[in-house]
């Protein structure tokens, strides 16, 4: 029985999932399986974006045919010869005697290596930049070499301004009845998955990637297609946005990734108090047994984290076998532009710590810590200097901005104010928290400001229309967190860019803190927490300005506010270009666009809520 979802009114999304699959191309263990994405356009002519594997075919098959509504299949586009988008191209020349095979000239050689049949009389060549008319869509073709296999080419649909992105923006994980990425926690759920699938298939090959990135960021994009996980049909920016730093080979994320090979528990210790001493300082920490968790994960988180311990036994008079294989598995994929420090063991001749550093010489741009440790069979106390040393060296080799200072004990916290807590007051960005009952919620604000000392006082805006806004005015109770500037993007995203109302906007997050009044306060990427008593509210229209009794006040870090002019310059991505003329208006703080002219005085953002101030023209 076939299986499909419809995207629009004339693309059906026909492809299949598969859970039984142990290992993705043999080498990838894919727990939460795989979808194998194929899309039919039903238009004046049909046209199918590749097919599936052949584990699938027999469900896509079917999908295909009652897509079809009946009619035949004029033309596949082969955007990738890979098996587990090509198998079951043989099946559509049977089932559709008449099909034609749009692909590239690289595509059509690689096809006569795969296939029997006579592929090259079906075949319909293109070229970067052709044009292929369906009726009411206009196919584009860009060329994406090495994106993952040299042939690869993806299509962007002018008229839909759909982009079928081929291995571009997938990932692991079946699809489980949604297809959209806005239909699910993304971020919490799929995007480590998205990550591995990026870092492991097409990791090498961040080049040819950003390649492709900057050609997509000439157009305009409403949607991505690609061939495994997820479409994208809203904030595009965050799947684009990790691509650009994947690519780039950008650490997302300032921190400590251990990784270590141990064969009787003595390196796992100094890994373990390593990551003690530097957890003591506030910095990140990740640990993992090169034993343990397969190689393709680490690889993978080795492109989130900005600095990589290598703790490994000698063995065999070289590496241990499996940090051996996880190393050369890392040089594979490019590794490089990382922090990395070295432990090494041996009971009599230790060897692994300068074959380590060898192999991290090849790589490009690896800063290795000259604060090397060499174990004799076991950590002695004598040698925790060493790690203190380590430590030292890896918080000097960290930016300002990634040292968050120690966080007061809650004991000392409690009731506390911290009166150097208002300095880090800006024309900024804060998250405003509050409670009612057992419901936790926040929003983005951008005025708080200090009133009075003595008491100490403060006055915020919110926006009527948010739902935390409510829970203050009946509640009389929040949290005020200002936001440094290392905060991501998600940040905004999960508190500015959706309402309270449909959603739980800490739903995936892990760190429950609160302060003394029983409310959430965000603990990272933000420099101080403010909770407050309302003691009197005035109401503007759109916003209501509170005035506020200061009842706590923590400083949790030295990093320097977030402004405004900053989170513009060096947070929210940057819009893409656009290539045809459009009229309307943009939200400046969450980038929805309203098309018209003119743009009514009392418009209300559907999206984050703000007003028509807010907007700027395109
Ligand atoms: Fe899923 Fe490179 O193919």
Redesign the pocket.
Known sequence: MYCVKKITDDLTWVGANDRRLAM??GVYSVPDG?S?NSYLLNDEKTVLFDTV?KAVRERFLENVAFALGGRTLDYIVVQ?V?P??SAALRDLTLAYPDIKIICSDKTLAMLEQFFDFDVRSRAQIVKEGDTFNTGAHELNFIMAPMV??PE?MVTYDSKSKILFS??AF?SFGALNGALFADEVDYERDYMDEARRYYAN??GKYGTQTEALLDKASGVEINMICP??GFVWRRDLNNIIAKYRLWSSYVPEEYGVMIVYASVYGNTENAAEILACKLRDKGIRTSMFDVSVTPASNIVSQAFRWSHIVFASTTYNAGIFVSMEALINDLTAHNFQNRTVAIIENGSWAPTSGNLIREKMESCKNINILDSDISLRSSLKAQQLNNIERMVDSIMGSLPNSAKPAAQPAPDNAANAIDPGTMFKLTYGLFVLTAKDGEKDNGCIINTVTQITSNPLRISFAAIQANYTHDMIMKTGEFNVSILSESAPFSTFQRFGFQSGRDVDKFAGYALNARTNNGIRYIPENVNAVISGKVIDSYDYGSHTIFVADVTQAITLSAEKSVTYQYYFDNIKPKPQPQKEEKKGYICKICGYVYEGEPLPDDYICPICKHGAADFEKL
């Open positions: 993705f191309e795989v194998y594997d990738h890979e587990d988008h993952h296999w690869v081929a291995d997938g298939i097409v061939l495994h």
